[in-house]
């Protein structure tokens, strides 16, 4: 089974730049928690601040997990957190040439970028921010559904090809 050699590549990139940034993130938000006065270098201005931006309460749990779970729960994690285990079980599975992993990374692809659109709204029309951090992922995001789908339609065409 040989897929394209760019779409190893850019998977790989992406998760590896998906998952720098939020590691950065999550220093940003630590850093921000022991010291409110820390400057991340995302932090351009009063309505370009990333650090601002993840100390939000949509900076952790998408905002959402307060509601069922206490806000000092260990289900309540920075969304960086999430960032880092999804960019790291993507690329993961992105060794494996199963049909079920494909099915699996198309799947939680578009999981990721449904948040990065919620996200996207609460950013532009409550926050009022811009996060170029954010922004980022957001992109690293629908690339990476876009080169999921582009792997679960090579192992279909592989599929088809063998009958």
């Known amino acids: 089974m040989a ?22 993130a999550l220093h940003v938000e630590l850093s921000r928690e022991r010291n409110p006065d820390y400057r991340a270098m995302c932090d351009l201005g009063e309505s370009v601040s990333c650090s601002k931006v993840f100390s939000s309460r949509w900076g952790r749990g998408f ?6 779970a206490a806000e000092d729960s ?4 920075p969304n960086s957190v999430l960032g880092i285990i999804f960019y790291t079980l993507q690329m993961g599975l992105a060794l494996s040439l ?3 992993a494909a099915l699996f990374l198309v799947f939680s692809s578009w999981v990721s970028v ?13 926050l009022g921010d811009f996060c170029m951090v954010c922004v980022s992922t957001y992109i690293i995001n629908f690339a990476l559904l876009f080169t999921n789908l ?11 090809k063998a009958r």
């Open 3 to 24: 897929f394209p050699k760019w779409e190893r590549k850019a998977q790989t990139f992406l998760c590896v730049f998906g998952l720098f940034l939020s590691v950065y």
């Open 63 to 68: 905002g959402l997990v307060q509601y069922f």
């Open 98 to 100: 199963s049909k079920n």
């Open 114 to 126: 449904a948040g990065s659109l919620y996200l996207a709204f609460i950013l532009a029309f409550v």
């Open 150 to 160: 582009q792997r679960k339609r090579a192992l279909q065409g592989i599929k088809e």
């Open 74 to 77: 260990h289900l309540n994690q």
